[in-house]
């Protein structure tokens, strides 16, 4: 690397050289070589990244594997959650089914089961059909329809929003 100031040597009679310190003019250098040239790297700031390296080599699997089990701790954590729920509605319901009146309200809906005296009334199919099953087919050949239904549902669009008109008013 050269320095910003050089040395020249004169002489006198009979004494020793003396030395002149005279500036030199440096080249211009552009800003990342001057920045790459001031870093000194020590032995021991290469010690301290060759051991940090190394720490990351070893931590990076260790730390993967934690924060898999994490999110599968996470993830058992909401099943279990979701089994008391489960289990929270098991025991309501098992609770209405110890109640005498709802046994009985469920027979009555489910297995039309009558108390005695009541008479039971089962309307089956009061509505006759007015299909006859013989109905002809729609069409017997597919027909296109010649709309563009997309510039269709743009100008209805548009229609819509830049109408000068209010609003209907709607019944609340």
Not at 94 to 117: N, S, T
Not at 133 to 146: H, V
Not at 158 to 166: F, H, I, N, S, V
């Amino acid at each position: 690397m050269p320095t910003s100031t050089g040395t020249t040597t004169t002489s006198t009679s009979g004494r020793s050289p003396r030395r002149i310190r005279v500036p030199v003019a440096l080249p211009d250098e552009s800003q990342s070589h001057a920045w790459l040239r001031s870093i000194r790297l020590s032995g021991f700031s290469i010690l301290v990244l060759a051991i940090i390296v190394l720490f990351l080599v070893v931590l990076a699997p260790g730390l993967r594997t934690l924060i898999e089990q994490r999110r599968q701790i996470a993830d058992l954590e909401a099943s279990v959650a979701a089994q008391r729920d489960n289990v929270t509605q098991l025991q309501e319901e098992r609770a209405r089914w110890d109640d005498p009146a709802y046994i009985r309200a469920q027979a009555r809906d489910r297995l039309f089961y009558v108390m005695p005296g009541e008479y039971p009334y089962l309307i089956i199919d009061d509505v006759p059909s007015t299909t006859d099953g013989t109905a002809a087919p729609a069409a017997t050949t597919l027909s296109e329809t010649k709309v563009d239904w997309t510039a269709s549902l743009l100008s209805s669009y548009l229609a819509a929003g830049l109408t000068d008109a209010p609003a209907p008013e709607t019944a609340q």
